[in-house]
């Protein structure tokens, strides 16, 4: 489905709704994985946007939490900084992947070895 309407509409990609967040950041918020795949596909800009109904986490944050590594690899190939962003909460993308209830080793490992250290 999501094939078909960026398609038709291929600037909708990037627009907000009214809550400000992209089809994108709804899609992986609702932990819809066919849906984030095919948007990611067509290669997003704004994946910054951060969804102001869930501690402001932007789609990285999302995608950690709901454990899909190859969505975390994408955007981090399309936004590496996006590695170092925080939450309303101030939780990067590496502690949310460290307090998931399930410990996620891989996904952990890709994250520490992108995150900037000081």
Do not use: Y
Request: charged share 20%.
């Amino acid at each position: 489905m999501a094939e078909l309407i960026l398609a038709a509409c291929p600037g909708s990609l990037d627009l907000v709704d009214h809550s400000l967040r992209t089809a994108l950041l709804r899609a992986s918020s609702g932990n819809h994985p066919d849906t984030v795949s095919a948007l990611l596909a067509a290669n997003p800009q704004n994946l910054e946007a951060e969804d102001p109904a869930n501690m402001n986490m932007n789609v990285l944050h999302h995608e950690v939490r709901n454990g899909h590594v190859e969505h975390v690899e994408k955007i981090l190939a399309l936004n590496p900084s996006l590695i170092s962003t925080l939450t309303r909460e101030l939780q990067t993308p590496l502690f949310v992947a460290v307090n998931k209830p399930k410990f996620d080793n891989e996904l952990i490992e890709k994250l520490f070895v992108l995150f900037p250290h000081g």
